[in-house]
């Protein structure tokens, strides 16, 4: 069956620094993956996804991911934190055929120290 | 990408009492996902509500709690049947934007006492 963990429920970040948020995933077939943010009270906004092609893919926000076939990861990076990144990070993994669900990880809580 | 209207954004219910929840997409789509996120908790898939037919539902989700009606390929409702205090969480409907990946509405935040 499929799965995702993120291994960190909460990350303090100062900012500026550079920030990277986990995703292992396990999927029998070709995954289609997914970083979410949500702010409190409020819905999830796509900050990137990989589909095929090019392993490093780029997001809004200046956000980046890896996807490493190799370790079953697809890491969130981003290079220098602001304090309104400060939110809630859902990495997902969904099939790469036809209209699937998609399987959410627990969730990581980044906060953001001035 | 489809953009996605849910509402209510929020509502506060007494038990024993129903709440439909409604979504709107700009688009025609196939399949929408209904999603029960807990207070602290991941997103768990409740259904998947395919237009012209009977919702799809998961495991430990049933539809006599949440019936689901998809009337045509831009609209979807969720209700939430009887409900407890255990029902307080947020609903989120989702559409499959193929290359745009998945978008999800605001969500919908329900409070039951």
């Known amino acids: 069956a499929q799965s995702v963990t993120q291994p960190d429920i909460h990350i303090t970040v100062s900012e500026g620094a550079s920030l990277e948020l986990r995703c292992n995933y396990s999927?029998?077939?070709?995954?289609?993956l997914f970083w979410y943010v949500q702010s409190p009270g409020q819905g999830l906004q796509l900050l990137l996804k990989?589909?095929?092609?090019?392993?490093l893919v780029q997001g809004i926000k200046g956000f980046e991911a890896e996807f490493k076939r190799s370790q079953s990861s697809f890491n969130l990076r981003k290079p220098s934190v602001h304090w309104s990144d400060a939110a809630e990070y859902f990495c997902?993994?969904?099939?790469?055929?036809?209209?699937?669900?998609?399987?959410f990880g627990t969730g990581t809580r980044l906060l953001v120290s001035p | 990408s489809a953009v996605i209207s849910q509402k209510p954004s929020r509502d506060i219910c007494q038990r024993g009492t129903s709440l439909t929840i409604q979504c709107q997409v700009d688009s025609q789509v196939t399949m929408m996902f209904w999603y029960r996120q807990q207070p602290g908790q991941s997103l768990t898939l409740i259904a998947t509500a395919n237009q012209g037919s009977e919702a799809t539902y998961e495991s430990g989700f049933v539809i006599d709690k949440f019936p689901i009606s998809r009337p045509n390929l831009t609209f979807s409702t969720l209700t939430v049947s009887n409900m407890s205090p255990e029902d307080s969480s947020i609903y989120l409907c989702s559409v499959d934007g193929q290359d745009y990946g998945y978008t999800f509405g605001s969500g919908t935040r329900l409070t039951v006492v």
């Open positions: 990989y589909f095929s092609g090019d392993t």
């Open positions: 997902a993994v969904g099939r790469s055929t036809g209209f699937q669900k998609l399987v």
């Open positions: 999927y029998g077939a070709t995954p289609y």
